[in-house]
């Protein structure tokens, strides 16, 4: 029977930390995602599988909680599913980020650097992964700097 029976009802994931904040981890990748950090499937023959859940943003503490919605956007009274709490480390070294440029945008170049002195603005970069966390455990890695001109 290769007939699909579509259930008139969408179950509903949502990702939240542990103080149940969710859109501090909206930079997630959800299949079909919806607003916010939200997303919904059709349950077929009573089952809503979701395929490629994908959390970008490290957290601690994060749940996800599922519950059933009607065609007409009602949530249904039945008890809703959590799951977690789980946590989302940060992946490996990816990328450099800058946090602070040597010079500022409406600076006078004489209070920025002089030649021959230290910058008195240092500039500043962090090293995070491909979803823009920030990669703090690393062992004997170094940061070089060069100096260009524009």
């Given at each position: 029977?290769?007939?699909?029976?579509?259930?008139?009802?969408?179950?509903e994931?949502?990702?939240?930390?542990?103080?149940?904040?969710?859109?501090?981890f909206?930079?997630?990748?959800?299949?079909?995602?919806?607003?916010?950090?939200?997303?919904?499937?059709?349950?077929?023959?009573?089952?809503?599988?979701?395929?490629?859940?994908?959390?970008?943003?490290?957290g601690?503490?994060?749940?996800?909680?599922?519950?059933?919605?009607?065609?007409l956007?009602?949530?249904?009274?039945?008890?809703?599913?959590?799951?977690?709490?789980?946590?989302?480390?940060?992946?490996?070294?990816?990328?450099?980020?800058?946090?602070?440029?040597?010079?500022?945008?409406?600076?006078k170049?004489?209070?920025?650097?002089?030649?021959?002195?230290i910058?008195?603005?240092?500039?500043?970069?962090?090293?995070?992964?491909?979803?823009?966390?920030?990669?703090?455990?690393?062992?004997?890695?170094?940061?070089?700097?060069?100096?260009?001109?524009?």
């Amino acid at each position: 029977d290769n007939i699909l029976e579509l259930s008139p009802y969408l179950i509903e994931i949502i990702l939240s930390n542990s103080s149940g904040v969710t859109n501090a981890f909206c930079s997630y990748s959800l299949n079909r995602p919806a607003a916010g950090c939200r997303t919904q499937v059709r349950a077929v023959r009573g089952l809503a599988a979701f395929t490629d859940i994908r959390v970008d943003k490290a957290g601690y503490g994060l749940k996800m909680t599922f519950r059933a919605i009607d065609n007409l956007g009602n949530v249904l009274p039945v008890q809703v599913a959590n799951y977690g709490p789980f946590d989302v480390d940060p992946g490996v070294p990816f990328q450099l980020s800058v946090v602070r440029q040597p010079s500022t945008e409406g600076e006078k170049l004489f209070l920025i650097g002089q030649p021959g002195r230290i910058l008195a603005l240092q500039p500043s970069v962090v090293i995070q992964d491909a979803g823009g966390n920030e990669v703090t455990v690393l062992v004997k890695r170094r940061v070089t700097a060069r100096l260009f001109q524009n």
